[in-house]
């Protein structure tokens, strides 16, 4: 054990190594008379000595003013105070300010000394060690809070009567609070009034040591609800009491409002197939039944393929989103006279509607166009179908076309009741009606104008609509042109 003594009196110097020469440990006395001599020692062997015996009244230094000079060349060496009798209240000080002990000059014996000193250096080893494992202590809490916070999910700890004891920031965006605003709340206070019921059941099933995943809507501070899906664990602690629970919630809000729009989706897909159908299978029922004069029998069988057509359109107009969606819509082109194609789309559609006049208004000398010429045609039929639905006064529905610049610009142009500017921006997007059938009587799903911009896309074209409300709408789309002239297929 080495020790430093700065001490200018000699005669307490001697003393002191008297003192230690008996008792059991093995004491090496180096001595210093002044305070600067003593720091000038610890600098050059500082890491040997164990502690520091320290007069507070030097030549060169006096009082408390001694013990810092010292501290702050040597921070980590345990220092025991040496003061005159009078000074007690000095020593006191020092020990206040870090000194690990004092002794009082005149009132030791060797005895005292020893363990004074072995004391001194046992206890700062002691709060060496503590303060290291309180900073380990500290890391590893900033450690896991830097993971609480920045984790995805919301944390959220309670006691065991359901108040908020730990919540991260995630969690407290979720539902718009502030992280202090949770805190000591029940998380009851959170959720929609028509979910506590259930949500008691599971604080019992916590209780009794049951995790489990559930999804819960949440009440946010705006009164919005939420969706999320909990994964619940009970806490116990080493004695096996329960201390509460932790709770993992993700935000599914995104997925709760897609699978409505799909419950929505084929709900409306399922209505819309079932008319044509319906019209479908009565007919051919009625024609089974054999008592229909021929005249009759024809009507019959008309209606029955104009019922099919409807489906076969739902259907191909499905077909060609889902084409599109996964990448595999592929063209089948060939140079083409946009004429014919616009010919045999009236054609066919013509018998839709007896108050509907469709016409067709395209120069002969037009140069052809390389296009997949069934897709084409779907998507002026598209089109031209929305013109009779959207034109329930009837009047005339043109399709014309004209060249310029390197394009053919088609256009199919109505008189019905046309669509405001900002409705127009959303009719190209999937599903978009602007009113639902039930409303309006007007069948459709929403897919045609979604489907015709695809295959205009597919063909290198643009879309777009022009229109005023109450008077009509032209629908426009654009096709690349080729240089040579029309071929007659
Ligand atoms: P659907 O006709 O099946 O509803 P579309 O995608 O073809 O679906 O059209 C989307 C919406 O755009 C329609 O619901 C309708 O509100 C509006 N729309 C389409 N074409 C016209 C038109 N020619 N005139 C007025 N509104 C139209």
Not at 3 to 11: A, F, K, M, R, Y
Not at 64 to 72: F, H
Not at 165 to 174: I, P, S, T, Y
Not at 222 to 231: K, T, Y
């Amino acid at each position: 054990m080495k020790i430093l003594l700065i001490e200018d009196n000699p005669g307490d110097a001697r003393l002191v190594r008297e003192m230690l020469r008996e008792g059991p440990t093995d004491f090496t006395l180096h001595s210093a008379r002044n305070l600067e001599s003593g720091l000038r020692f610890l600098a050059a062997r500082d890491s040997a000595i164990n502690v520091v015996l320290l007069d507070l009244g030097l030549p060169d230094s006096r009082g408390l003013e001694t013990l810092a000079t010292l501290r702050r060349h040597a921070r980590d060496l345990p220092v025991v105070v040496m003061t005159s009798l009078d000074d007690e209240e000095q020593a006191i000080h020092a020990v206040r300010q870090g000194a690990e002990d004092y002794l009082v000059k005149g009132q030791v014996d060797g005895r005292l000394l020893r363990r004074c000193l072995l004391y001194a250096i046992e206890r700062k080893r002691l709060t060496e060690s503590m303060e290291k494992a309180r900073q380990s202590v500290a890391e590893s809490e900033e450690r896991y809070r830097l993971i609480v916070d920045t984790a995805g999910e919301g944390i959220w700890v309670t006691s065991p009567d359901t108040r908020t004891v730990l919540v991260n920031q995630r969690m407290a965006d979720m539902l718009g609070h502030s992280v202090e605003e949770m805190k000591g709340k029940s998380f009851f206070d959170f959720v929609a009034r028509e979910q506590v019921p259930a949500l008691r059941e599971k604080q019992k099933d916590r209780m009794r040591g049951i995790s489990e995943q559930y999804e819960l809507q949440i009440r946010r501070k705006d009164g919005s609800l939420l969706w999320v899906m909990v994964s619940g664990s009970p806490l116990f602690d080493p004695e096996n009491q329960y201390i509460g629970q932790l709770g993992m919630l993700t935000d599914i809000s995104e997925r709760k409002r897609i699978e409505e729009i799909k419950d929505e989706f084929i709900g409306m897909v399922s209505h819309e197939l079932k008319t044509p159908l319906t019209v479908v299978m009565g007919c051919l029922y009625t024609l089974l039944s054999n008592k229909l004069a021929p005249e009759d029998r024809r009507q019959m069988l008309d209606d029955a393929i104009f019922g099919a057509e409807s489906l076969s359109d739902i259907l191909e107009n499905l077909l060609e989103l889902s084409r599109s969606q996964a990448q595999r819509m592929v063209l089948e082109k060939h140079t083409t006279a946009i004429g014919h194609v616009a010919s045999e789309v009236v054609e066919r559609l013509r018998s839709k509607s007896a108050i509907h006049r469709l016409v067709t208004d395209i120069p002969d000398d037009l140069s052809p166009v390389e296009i997949d010429r069934v897709r084409v045609g779907r998507l002026l039929t598209n089109l031209v179908d929305n013109a009779i639905k959207y034109s329930p006064d009837g009047g005339e529905i043109k399709i014309r076309a004209r060249q310029d610049n390197g394009n053919l610009t088609v256009a199919v142009i109505d008189h019905g009741i046309g669509i405001s500017k900002e409705n127009q921006a959303k009719i190209f997007d999937r599903f978009q009606r602007l009113s639902k059938s039930g409303e309006s009587g007007i069948p459709g799903i929403g897919l045609g104008l979604h489907v015709c911009r695809l295959l205009v896309q597919a063909h290198g074209g643009r879309i777009w609509v022009e229109s005023e409300p109450g008077s009509g709408s032209t629908f426009y789309f654009t096709l690349p042109v080729r240089s040579e002239p029309a071929s007659n297929r």
